[in-house]
């Protein structure tokens, strides 16, 4: 794994394959950053708060003020322009688009962190719709937002991830391999 980027991770359940890579990670001195996806967000942030890990809960701001988070995601789907979880909280907002208009959507959110998917190839999207490092920093070169790489990363394409604008990149099945 890539010693110079930072990493959030997409969880939605503890086991001890996920635990071990996590805390490989941090044994490295990595900054790493959890994701909670799901309904366990009780588990999963009593992990990340015994472990000092920053964690953030997916498009849930009660929850997240609930559970002391360090901060709310925005999934792509979420469209809201109203929001002002920055002004009204101390909670950090990150988000994800897949083009330039959801881009601008997720500025306007606040987020401090964009992640831009899908980079390289996974089963959620066909070959069409891959950016490949080319496209990413294309799309990208006039951001000035905190760039995530998100979508297909594994061990075999990870150092291209070098070659993109991208500060941190974000996993959900490498983790458990």
Same mark, same amino acid.
């Given at each position: 794994?890539?010693?110079?980027? $930072? ?11 996920? /635990?071990? @890579? ?16 799901? !309904? ?7 992990? #990340?708060? #015994? *472990? ?6 997916? $498009? @849930? ?5 609930? %559970? ?17 979880? !920055? ?9 994800? #688009? ?5 881009? %601008? /959507?997720?500025?306007?959110?606040? +987020? ?8 390289? %190839? ?6 069409? !719709? ?11 070169? %006039?951001?000035?937002?905190?760039? +995530?790489?998100?979508?297909?990363? *594994? @061990?075999?394409?990870?150092?291209? /991830? @070098? ?6 990149? #974000?996993?959900?099945?490498?983790? !458990?391999?």
């Amino acid at each position: 794994m890539n010693n110079k980027l $930072d990493y959030y991770i997409f969880i939605e359940e503890l086991n001890k394959r996920i /635990i071990k @890579n996590i805390i490989k990670l941090k044994r490295q001195k990595l900054k790493v950053s959890i994701i909670i996806i799901s !309904k366990n967000i009780s588990i999963i942030s009593a992990f #990340a708060k #015994a *472990n000092k890990i920053p964690f953030y809960i997916t $498009d @849930n701001m009660k929850s997240a003020i609930k %559970y002391n988070a360090q901060g709310i995601f925005l999934n792509s789907k979420n469209k809201i322009l109203r929001n002002n979880i !920055k002004e009204t909280t101390k909670l950090e907002v990150i988000g994800s #688009a897949h083009n330039q208009f959801e881009y %601008y /959507i997720k500025k306007s959110q606040n +987020c401090s962190t964009i992640m831009l998917s899908p980079i390289f %190839y996974n089963q959620k999207y066909s070959h069409n !719709k891959i950016l490949n490092p080319l496209k990413f920093n294309l799309i990208t070169q %006039y951001w000035k937002s905190k760039i +995530c790489a998100l979508g297909g990363i *594994n @061990n075999k394409n990870i150092k291209l /991830i @070098n070659l993109t604008k991208s500060k941190s990149l #974000a996993i959900k099945s490498l983790i !458990k391999k």
